[in-house]
Nanobody, 124 residues
Framework: QVQLVESGGGLVQAGGSLRLSCAAS????????MGWFRQAPGKERELVAA????????RYADSVKGRFTISRDNAKNSVYLQMNALKPEDTAVYYC?????????????????WGQGTQVTVSS
């Protein structure tokens, strides 16, 4: 079993920045793709960004390209999401997820483990 714990969410004004962190623990192997998803009230969960192992490939939602950056520190079993130029429409619960197949997939069903989520609220 793998546990994922997110941190770094909070309230920020539009145009501001936040950095989310996700720490993995438990029976983890070395090869996992990691993804950040988000879910706003009344909307479906969507992929924000994903990164493969060891970190050579990434994928971003069109809505965050140029503003968000996903990265990982394999020695620390951690993945990060740097969010800049935040907009009110970025408000959502952000989830970290891990995929044992090392595919930077967009579909929720491709991910095996999930964190509990962290709230990001961007005020206008």
């Amino acid at each position: 079993q793998v546990q994922l714990v997110e941190s770094g969410g909070g309230l920020v004004q539009a145009g501001g920045s936040l950095r989310l962190s996700c720490a993995a623990s438990g029976r983890i192997g070395s090869i996992y793709a990691m993804g950040w998803f988000r879910q706003a009230p009344g909307k479906e969960r969507e992929l924000v960004a994903a990164i493969n192992w060891p970190g050579s490939s990434t994928r971003y939602a069109d809505s965050v390209k140029g503003r968000f950056t996903i990265s990982r520190d394999n020695a620390k079993n951690s993945v990060y999401l740097q969010m800049n130029a935040l907009k009110p429409e970025d408000t959502a619960v952000y989830y970290c997820a891990a995929d044992r197949r090392n595919l930077i997939a967009t579909n929720n069903d491709e991910y095996d483990y999930w964190g509990q989520g962290t709230q990001v609220t961007v005020s206008s």
